[in-house]
């Protein structure tokens, strides 16, 4: 089966500009994480979603970040607009039922630079 | 609310010689654990997890972890590394209570020569 895939794999923008990041999970994965790891620091939770159910969003920075995940299938990130501090790597992950319980699969990234 | 701390920002160490990156964690309530690992220029692979059961767990590549409730540990280890071990090691916990967010650690950068 194919793995959760992100767009892009590099952004870099600049201070103030729009970036949109894509995340397909894996097919029939119901639940989606957003993650973000700023340089040297530890990977944090920004949100979840439950099919397109904003599950958990406790994570989310500020109101200059919004996921949408409509029908369910794939998400986006949106930052707008966008701050030195955004910089980072953004992963997202997925994770179904069954066996695996509790596995999250994560994407390759979307390292994200703004300037 | 849960916290995992790794000391050990990079481990260097040689080929064939055992290591040992260590895992500490806080929770007030029951977790499950877990090690993700990130090679050079990829995402995030699930390296083993702990969920219940024998408190030792075993990857397919040679590593193990061990949950010590008490000491609030799950320190990861292997009696003798590759070059391929180079990589990024990250502990991470979860609530065991449905689908949950992980919380994660710094990261353990394990370099590995010849």
């Known amino acids: 089966e194919a793995g959760v895939t992100q767009f892009p794999s590099h952004s870099v923008i600049e201070k103030g500009q729009t970036v949109t990041l894509r995340c397909d999970p894996i097919s029939g994965h119901d639940n989606l994480y957003w993650y973000r790891r700023v340089m040297g620091k530890e990977i944090k939770f920004l949100l979840h979603f439950v099919k397109e159910s904003k599950q958990d969003e406790s994570g989310m920075p500020n109101n200059r970040f919004l996921a949408e995940r409509t029908g369910g299938t794939y998400s986006t990130l949106k930052v707008q607009p966008a701050e030195l501090e955004d910089s980072g790597v953004y992963f997202c992950?997925?994770?179904?039922?069954?066996?695996?319980?509790?596995?999250?699969?994560f994407g390759p990234g979307t390292r994200l630079t703004v300037l | 609310a849960q916290s995992v701390t790794q000391l050990d920002s990079q481990v260097p160490v040689f080929e064939e010689a055992p290591v040992e990156l260590r895992c500490n964690y806080s929770?007030?309530?029951?977790?499950?654990l877990f090690w993700y690992v990130q090679y050079p220029n990829q995402g995030l692979q699930l390296l083993l997890k702990y969920l219940s059961g024998s408190t030792l767990v075993e990857s397919i590549n040679g590593f193990e972890a061990e949950f010590n409730k008490s000491q609030t540990s799950f320190h990861l280890r292997k009696p003798s590394v590759h070059i391929s071990d180079t990589a990024e090691y990250f502990c991470a916990v979860t609530m065991n209570t449905g689908f949950q967010k992980l919380v994660f650690g710094t990261g353990t950068r394990l370099l590995v020569s010849p």
């Open positions: 929770s007030s309530v029951s977790v499950y």
């Open positions: 992950a997925s994770s179904g039922h069954g066996t695996r319980l509790n596995e999250q699969f």
